[in-house]
């Protein structure tokens, strides 16, 4: 079991900037992918980025490449996702989770997090 516990929202204006932050715990961490999905009010989730176990490897969303990035400390088992010129769009539960592969596609992240409110006003 990987248990993930995601930190950082709140609430933005359009244009500002905010870190998300996934701390994990339980099996080694570096033996996962670590992704950041979202799930906008009245919409699908959708996947936002996910980084490589050992963190060389990042892919993106084109909603939000060059705006968001992903990183990790490993020695602190932890994952940020960076999110620069917030958009009213981009508000939604962010959630991270684990995967065994690096991937975009949601089936194989079998660990989750709660999620974290990220709301930005225009």
């Known amino acids: 079991q990987v248990q993930l516990v995601e930190s950082g929202g709140g609430l933005v204006q359009a244009g500002d900037s905010l870190r998300l932050s996934c701390a994990a715990s339980?099996?080694?961490?570096?033996?996962?992918?670590m992704g950041w999905f979202r799930q906008g009010p009245g919409k699908e989730r959708e996947f936002v980025g996910t980084?490589?176990?050992?963190?060389?490897?990042?892919y993106f969303a084109d909603s939000v490449k060059g705006r968001f990035t992903i990183s990790r400390d490993n020695a602190k088992n932890t994952v940020y996702l960076q999110m620069n010129s917030l958009e009213p769009e981009d508000t939604a539960v962010y959630y991270c989770?684990?995967?065994?592969?690096?991937?975009?596609?949601?089936?194989?992240?079998?660990?989750w997090g709660q999620g974290t409110q990220v709301t930005v006003s225009s």
């Open positions: 989770a684990a995967s065994p592969i690096l991937t975009s596609q949601a089936a194989p992240y079998h660990f």
């Open positions: 980084i490589s176990g050992w963190g060389p490897t990042t």
């Open positions: 339980g099996r080694t961490f570096t033996n996962y992918a």
